[in-house]
């Protein structure tokens, strides 16, 4: 399906279900990093709007991000172009207290230029009690500010936890670190979130730093299997994330990496090339704790 936008030809992109029914697109943008070098400014709000412009509406920001700089980046992204998106953003574990997350979601909304956000997460599970934060997820949503709120980096038994919670069903993903190289998840979280409907998203899903990009990239059944398909390896990556009906949200700044990223969503990979990938990026043989960035 396409749409027009000033003259421009996108492609809408799938969406998944989250539990409250609303849909969310399976392919985003990440933006951790973005908004830290003046000197980039400008081509990182470009990128992010070539993104938009190719349907990846999806922006997934932190108030941690350059102190508040993703987030004021992204609002200048997205001036004139908010009903399009569907934003993310997520609060510091130490902000995360029934008063402190409503202000700290407000000073989101303030640098983002917008009046609600799609979905607020709790970036990871700090000291401040869970029952505190959920409270307040909900006046947030009773407000208007948020549609949905879930949770990142939460393990099996914090998600169980945080279920037994009053508001606690109402968490609508878990957004956690998931690649070829990273699969833990598939023994146990990946399961039981699929069991109660939840998507995962899907963070550093190509490999967050050269290193990382090293494991995956240098792998040769990697290479061949992009090869075969007049693809690269981070669309190969990408595109074994989409199919297992996971979110993700690659970040990228270089507008070549931004089409790249798009176009994995036209890459259907066969039987043979997932049991390649899985003899190359073996799932763990048993449940290891949850791995973070
Ligand atoms: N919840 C959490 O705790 C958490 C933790 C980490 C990340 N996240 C979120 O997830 C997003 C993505 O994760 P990430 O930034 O860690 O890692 P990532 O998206 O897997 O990797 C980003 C790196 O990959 C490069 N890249 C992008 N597209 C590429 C392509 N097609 N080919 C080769 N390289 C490519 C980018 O370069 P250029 O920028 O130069 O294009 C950047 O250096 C973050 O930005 C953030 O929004 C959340």
């Known amino acids: 399906m396409t749409a027009k936008r000033k003259g421009a030809e996108y492609a809408k992109i799938r969406t998944l279900r989250l539990p409250t029914g609303r849909p969310i697109p399976v392919l985003g943008q990440g933006t951790w990093r973005m908004g830290e070098d003046p000197a ?16 990846m509406t999806l922006i997934d920001t932190a108030e941690m991000y350059g102190d508040g700089a993703a987030e004021e980046l992204i609002g200048e992204a997205i001036a004139g172009r ?14 995360a207290t029934r008063r402190g997350a409503v202000e700290a979601c407000e000073r989101s909304l303030r640098r983002l230029v917008t009046d609600y956000l799609d979905l607020y997460l709790l970036h990871w599970r700090g000291a401040v009690p869970l029952a505190e934060t959920l409270e307040a997820f909900q006046l947030l949503k009773q407000a ?12 099996t038994d914090d998600m169980e936890e945080a279920f037994s919670l009053p508001g606690g069903e109402e968490i609508v993903t878990n957004q956690v670190l998931y690649n070829l190289v990273h699969r833990g998840i598939e023994r146990d979280l990946l399961p039981w979130c699929r069991g109660r409907g939840l998507p995962i998203m899907a963070y550093s899903p190509i490999g967050h730093s050269a290193s990382e990009q090293r494991k995956m990239f240098d792998r040769s059944q990697l290479k061949l299997i992009a090869r075969r398909h007049h693809a ?4 190969v990556a990408l595109a074994w994330l989409l199919q297992r009906d996971v979110i993700a949200i690659p970040k990228a700044s270089n507008p070549e990496h931004v089409r ?9 990979l066969a039987k043979k090339d997932l049991e390649e990938l899985d003899q190359a990026f073996p799932v763990p043989c048993k449940k290891v704790p949850l791995e973070v960035k």
């Open 40 to 55: 980039k400014r400008q081509s990182e709000i470009d990128a992010l709007r070539l993104g938009l412009d190719l349907g």
């Open 82 to 95: 908010r009903a399009e998106v569907f934003l993310v953003s997520k609060v510091y574990p130490h902000n």
């Open 144 to 155: 208007g500010k948020i549609r949905d709120y879930g949770v990142s980096n939460f393990d």
């Open 232 to 235: 690269t390896p981070a669309q």
């Open 260 to 268: 790249e990223n798009r176009g994995a969503l036209d890459l259907i």
